[in-house]
């Protein structure tokens, strides 16, 4: 079982920055893959940005460029570092975490992430 706690939301204006953080624990040796992904009211969840244990990430088209995932392995916890945000980006984001490179994962709570001015 893994337990995510996510941290950083908030209410920023277009332009601005925010950082998400996102622990996991358990009992779980080491997590392969770990990523935030968002989703809107009505709309599927989608994926903005992964990173493996090895470093290889992932990130959505409408992120690149601005986006930044980072993880520290040694404190089970990944970052997103969000920059010149966009009106565009307000939704609910949400850390995901895999043991294994298949599978759904588990699921953290979830944090608001509003850019308005």
């Known amino acids: 079982q893994v337990q995510l706690v996510e941290s950083g939301g908030g209410l920023v204006q277009p332009g601005e920055s925010l950082r998400l953080s996102c622990a996991a624990s358990?009992?779980?040796?080491?997590?392969?893959?770990m990523g935030w992904y968002r989703q809107a009211p009505g709309k599927q969840r989608e994926l903005v940005a992964t990173?493996?244990?090895?470093?290889?990430?992932n990130y959505a088209v409408p992120v690149k460029g601005r986006f930044t995932i980072s993880r520290d392995n040694a404190k089970n916890t990944v970052y997103l570092q969000m920059n010149s945000l966009k009106p565009e980006d307000t939704t609910t984001y949400y850390c995901?975490?895999?043991?294994?490179?298949?599978?759904?994962?588990?699921w953290g709570q979830g944090t608001q992430v509003t850019v308005s001015s």
């Open positions: 990173m493996t244990r090895g470093g290889t990430t």
């Open positions: 358990g009992s779980f040796s080491s997590l392969y893959t």
């Open positions: 995901n975490a895999k043991l294994r490179s298949y599978g759904e994962g588990y």
